[in-house]
């Protein structure tokens, strides 16, 4: 099992990052980002769930086995453990592949099978989470993650990922409690703050949730999903300015999304209409 990394270290690797967006845990590598947008049409926020913060881990390599003179044809117990480690490892690896490649069932299977070597190994369940979630079985995702937890209570992508499946499922309360402890974990993880904000917006606290949103932004302003979330708040309250400037800011660092001009076109009539 790999030595645990303490929030100190997460932050100061994440420092060094030359992207900031994904926070990144020491050996892991990032498949795809959580998207969680709210869509404003009309005087209408409708919300589209984030999907889970696909960080994949890369598997850890083990140092080869030492080599025993004495007893070739049946290893020692400390080479059996690093074969087994370094097997899991290789197992690991192949399902991120095969995941990458959406080929959900193989990988499964290889991160089954690389539970069964590392049993005891918190990123074997936080894959496993991640799959689980993509083949649409969340109750077993939920329990891959709530082990993966048990094994590192620290593992803050793992809280934001839990939280997204307790929130899908409309367990609000629960899923704030998860995204809570996923910022003190790591008090600068924007997605943590974006996956609160929505949480918060749908509970109707919508104060806390455009601090929430504004938080996220401020913490990476590259993390414009964010800020059209932001946006789509400013809409809801009538803060025309507010919300004009926020998909200004969204459609130069995407270019295009049709939502945010169709929001920003519903903004400007707006506040046109208010000035008459």
């Keep these: 099992m790999s030595a645990k990394k303490n929030p100190t270290q997460q932050r100061n690797k994440e420092a060094r990052a030359a992207n900031p967006k994904p926070v990144k845990r020491n050996s892991k590598s990032m498949v795809g980002p959580a998207i969680g947008i709210l869509l404003a049409i009309g005087a209408t926020i409708v919300l589209l769930l984030p999907t889970s913060f696909d960080r994949l881990t890369t598997g850890r390599t083990s140092k080869p086995p030492a080599h025993n003179e004495s007893s070739t044809n049946s290893p020692s117990p400390q080479t059996a453990e690093k074969s087994a480690k370094e097997k899991g490892a290789e197992l690991i690896n192949k399902g991120n592949e095969l995941l990458r490649q959406n080929r959900y069932d193989e990988a499964l299977e290889a991160y089954e099978e690389a539970r069964t070597l590392l049993p005891e190994d918190e990123d074997v369940y936080y894959n496993l989470g991640i799959v689980l979630t993509r083949l649409g079985r969340t109750e077993d995702a939920i329990r891959a993650y709530q082990r993966a937890l048990e094994l590192f209570p620290d593992y803050a992508e793992v809280h934001n990922n839990l939280g997204n499946l307790l929130l899908r499922e409309g367990n609000l309360n629960d899923a704030l409690v998860h995204f809570n402890a996923a910022i003190a974990i790591l008090p600068d993880y924007a ?11 749908e509970l109707g606290l919508i104060p806390q949730a455009a601090e929430a949103f504004l938080k996220a932004s401020s913490l990476d302003t590259n993390y414009w999903q964010a ?6 708040i400013y809409m809801s309250q009538g803060k025309w300015d507010e919300a004009i400037g926020a998909y200004r800011e969204v459609l130069r660092a995407q270019p295009g999304f049709a939502p945010a001009e169709d929001n920003l076109r519903q903004a400007m009539e707006r506040k046109s209409e208010q000035s008459r």
């Design 191 to 201: 997605v943590g703050y974006n996956s609160l904000g929505i949480a918060l917006r």
């Design 227 to 232: 800020r059209f979330n932001l946006a789509g």
